[in-house]
């Protein structure tokens, strides 16, 4: 899986991956950007959320369970570390309300209820870390 970034100015970025083309990245005023677009953390959040979110409705649909429908709260608390103060993540909360149409049991909910976060593959890095290269290329 590739994702490629071309600076365009200031902080911005266009992004693109497989056939979408032109996401634009940017920082709010605030951080010195020019609002463009969301920031990194801000796509970094989608992310995370989106895979939670989707891995619960896949284990939903193939338990024959509809969505009538769904929203998903991703709250990233940011603050700053000691002794640098560089500005980090330190917690990221999910709040996932559904409504559900059509016969299940409360147990094949249950069941998906406790199981289905296993299946997203950022949940298991962000918990227990993972490796970063950076090459810098002249």
Same mark, same amino acid.
């Given at each position: 899986? =590739?994702?490629?970034?071309?600076?365009?100015?200031?902080?911005?970025?266009?992004? $693109?991956?497989?056939?979408?083309? /032109?996401?634009?990245?940017?920082?709010?005023?605030?951080? !010195?950007?020019? /609002?463009?677009?969301?920031?990194?953390?801000?796509?970094?959040?989608?992310?995370?959320?989106?895979?939670?979110?989707?891995?619960?409705?896949?284990?939903?649909?193939?338990?024959?369970?509809?969505?009538?429908?769904?929203?998903?709260?991703? /709250?990233?608390?940011?603050? !700053?570390?000691? +002794?640098?103060? #560089?500005?980090?993540?330190?917690?990221? =909360?999910?709040?996932?309300? #559904?409504?559900?149409?059509? /016969?299940?049991? +409360?147990?094949?909910?249950?069941?998906?209820?406790?199981?289905?976060?296993? #299946?997203?593959?950022?949940?298991? +890095?962000?918990?227990?870390?993972? =490796?970063?290269?950076?090459?810098?290329? $002249?």
């Amino acid at each position: 899986m =590739n994702v490629e970034l071309e600076y365009s100015n200031n902080l911005n970025f266009k992004a $693109k991956t497989r056939q979408f083309q /032109d996401i634009l990245i940017d920082e709010p005023k605030s951080f !010195h950007g020019n /609002d463009l677009g969301p920031s990194p953390v801000e796509y970094f959040l989608i992310g995370v959320g989106g895979c939670v979110s989707s891995t619960f409705v896949y284990c939903l649909k193939k338990k024959g369970i509809k969505i009538e429908s769904m929203n998903v709260l991703v /709250d990233g608390k940011l603050k !700053h570390k000691e +002794p640098s103060m #560089y500005l980090r993540i330190k917690e990221i =909360n999910i709040e996932i309300k #559904y409504s559900l149409k059509g /016969d299940y049991t +409360p147990e094949t909910l249950k069941k998906c209820e406790k199981e289905f976060i296993k #299946y997203c593959p950022l949940y298991e +890095p962000l918990i227990n870390g993972i =490796n970063i290269s950076i090459v810098l290329k $002249k």
